[in-house]
């Protein structure tokens, strides 16, 4: 973990997360046709996020290397956007951006961290398996998750690769 570090989101962050998430995003889908890593949120979705207080992000130096936001739903933290820079990939900042979520939630009385994301990517649905989430097979006892996949595939993304996460909160 050393040369990194994490702090909590500050709304001026916001500004530098889109390019973040389409940089990860060019490198992760370079070769997938249907997935255009141009379609991200604005710094302004970011902002109205990070008002919500669950949002972290990591530095390396001066520069932001990477993200994570998530929003608070009843007793579950969900997070939507979970991102590295290229150029810091692979040295264990999104597991960190991750277990700190973990330990934010847990800490305010979160019973489980979601999120839904591709689960036949390496970076994706098996990183969050390493990390105790499991997928959710059992859509109909989470409605809200439910309706974030719908909702994906209405904007697009292939319903038979995305998947719903969950990690319960001892």
Do not use: K
């Amino acid at each position: 973990m050393s040369g990194w570090s994490l702090r909590l989101a500050r709304p001026s962050d916001a500004e530098a997360m889109p390019a973040i998430e389409r940089a990860a995003a060019e490198v992760a889908f370079a070769t997938e046709a249907s997935i255009d890593p141009a379609r991200t949120r604005t710094s302004e979705d970011y902002a109205r996020l990070i008002r919500r207080g669950h949002s972290l992000v990591a530095h390396v130096g001066e520069v932001m290397a990477g993200f994570l936001v998530a929003q608070p739903f009843s007793r579950e933290l969900h997070i939507w956007e979970m991102d590295v820079a290229p150029d810091f990939q692979r040295r264990g900042i999104g597991a960190g951006l991750v277990r700190a979520a973990q330990i934010d939630a847990r800490n305010t009385g979160y019973r489980a961290l979601t999120l839904t994301t591709f689960r036949d990517l390496a970076w994706n649905g098996p990183f969050y398996a390493r990390l105790g989430f499991e997928e959710v097979t059992a859509l109909d006892a989470h409605p809200r998750l439910a309706g974030e996949l719908a909702n994906e595939v209405d904007d697009g993304l292939p319903a038979e690769r995305r998947c719903a996460m969950i990690c319960f909160l001892d």
